[in-house]
C-alpha cells in the first residue's frame, strides 16, 4: 500500500476567486481606509470628505454666536451617490465582522444543513439591521415629533433634513446596495439569488425614491413599521432553526397578526398623505429648485405603488399560508391512506372468492371485528 500524502492546506492565489471571497472583508476594509486617510493630507481632504462626510450643507450662518445653537441642515443631491458608495464598503465589513464572530460561533454548535446554514445566516444579518434601524428610525421619529400624523405633510417639501435624518437615509440605501456584492462573497445559490435580489431592489427603489421626492418623514414611519414585524419574523425563524418550536410558532403567530396589521397601517399612512394632506398644498408643476414634487401625478403615482407593493405581499402571505394548508392536509391524507388501502384490498380480495366462500371469509371477518371491539 502506498503512503498517504500529507494534507496541505495552500492558500489560494492571489486575486483568484476564492481568495477575494475569504478575504474581502480585509480587501474592502483596506479600501475604505484610504477614504479615511485621505482626511488628513490637506491635498487630499476634498476629495475624501466627498466620500465620508455628508454632501450638500444648506445651513448658513452670520454670527458665531448663532452657530453654537444652530442645526446642521442637509438636502439630497448628486454627491450623495459617492458617501453611499463609502458606506456600503462599510456596511460589508460590519456583514463580515456579524458573520464572522457571531453567526460562524452559533452555526458550529447548532451543526445545521446547507440549506438551513444558508437561511440561518441570512435571517441572523437581517435581524441585527431590522432590530438597529427599527430602534433608530423609531427615535427619530420621537426626537424630530413626528408622532403627529400632521407632521407628515405639513411644511412640505421637507427637503432639509438634519444630520441624523440623512445618515440614516444613506445607510438605508447603502446597506441595501451591499446586497449585491454579498451574493458573490456570501457564494449564494442560484436558487436563493432572484428572491434576495428582489427585495433589495424593492427597498432600493422605494427608499430611494422617497429620499429624492423628499416624501421622507411618511417614508420613515412605513419603514418603522416594516422593519419592526420583519424583526419578529426573523427572530422566529432563527428560534425555529435552534429547535425551540413552541416558542418560534409562538413567534410566527405574532408574526402573521402583525404583518396584516401593517400592511393596512401602511396604506392607511399613504392615503392620509398622499391623498389627503398633501393636496392642500397641491401645485400644478414640478419644482426642482425647491424640492417640491406634489403634484396630483406625483402623489398619484406613489399611492399607487405603495398600495400595490402592499397587496403583492399579501397576496405572496396568503398564498403561502394556503399552501401551507395543503401540505398538512396532504400530509394528514398519507397517514389516514394505509388503513384505508388495507380495508379495500380485503374487500376486493374477498369478492374475488366463490360465494360460499365469501359468505365465510364475510362471517369470519365480522367475528374477528367483534372480538377486537370486546377486547377494547
Excluded at 416594516?226 to 413567534?251: I, M, P
Excluded at 397641491?282 to 396630483?296: P, V
Excluded at 398538512?328 to 380480495?349: F, G, H, L, T, Y
Aim: with cysteine; net charge positive; charged share 15%.
Amino acid at each position: 500500500m502506498g503512503m498517504r500524502r500529507p494534507r496541505t492546506t495552500k492558500n489560494p492565489p492571489i486575486l483568484s476567486h476564492e481568495f477575494v471571497i475569504q478575504n474581502h472583508a480585509d480587501i474592502v476594509s483596506c479600501i475604505a481606509m484610504v477614504f479615511v486617510v485621505g482626511l488628513m493630507f490637506q491635498a487630499t481632504s476634498p476629495v475624501a470628505s466627498l466620500f465620508v462626510a455628508l454632501q450638500h450643507n444648506v445651513s448658513s450662518t452670520v454670527n458665531v454666536s448663532e452657530a453654537e445653537d444652530q442645526v446642521i441642515m442637509y438636502t439630497n443631491g448628486a454627491k450623495d451617490i459617492s458617501c453611499v458608495f463609502f458606506y456600503t464598503l462599510i456596511c460589508i465589513v460590519i456583514h463580515a465582522v456579524v458573520q464572522e464572530y457571531v453567526l460562524d460561533k452559533l452555526n458550529k454548535k447548532m451543526h445545521l444543513s446547507k440549506i438551513k446554514h444558508s437561511k440561518f445566516n441570512e435571517s441572523g444579518q437581517l435581524l441585527f439591521f431590522y432590530f438597529v434601524s427599527a430602534a433608530w428610525g423609531a427615535d427619530l421619529i420621537v426626537r424630530e415629533n413626528f408622532l403627529n400624523i400632521n407632521s407628515l405633510w405639513e411644511g412640505y417639501p421637507h427637503a432639509n433634513l438634519g444630520f441624523v435624518n440623512k445618515f440614516y437615509f444613506i445607510i438605508q440605501l447603502s446597506y441595501w446596495l451591499h446586497s449585491f456584492p454579498e451574493l458573490y462573497f456570501q457564494k449564494t445559490k442560484k436558487e436563493e439569488m432572484s428572491s434576495r435580489i428582489q427585495y433589495a431592489v424593492l427597498y432600493l427603489l422605494f427608499i430611494g425614491g422617497a429620499y429624492v421626492l423628499n416624501f421622507t418623514r411618511v417614508a420613515l414611519g412605513m419603514m418603522v413599521l416594516h422593519y419592526s414585524v420583519e424583526f419578529v419574523f426573523h427572530l422566529a425563524r432563527l428560534l425555529y432553526f435552534s429547535e425551540k418550536t413552541d416558542l418560534a410558532n409562538t413567534g410566527f403567530m405574532v408574526f402573521n397578526g402583525l404583518f396584516v396589521l401593517v400592511r393596512l397601517g401602511t396604506i392607511t399612512l399613504s392615503v392620509l398623505t398622499f391623498w389627503y394632506g398633501l393636496q392642500q398644498s397641491n401645485q400644478l408643476t414640478i419644482d426642482f429648485t425647491a424640492g417640491n414634487f406634489n403634484t396630483q401625478l406625483v402623489r398619484i403615482n406613489c399611492l399607487a405603488a405603495v398600495s400595490l407593493l402592499q397587496a403583492w405581499m399579501m397576496w405572496n402571505f396568503i398564498n403561502f399560508h394556503l399552501r401551507r394548508l395543503g401540505e398538512r392536509s396532504a400530509v394528514s391524507r398519507k397517514i389516514k391512506s394505509p388503513a384505508k388501502k388495507k380495508m379495500k384490498m380485503a374487500e376486493e380480495d374477498i369478492q374475488a372468492l366463490p360465494e360460499v366462500d365469501q359468505q365465510t371469509a364475510s362471517e369470519n371477518g365480522v367475528r374477528s371485528r367483534t372480538k377486537a371491539s370486546k377486547k377494547n
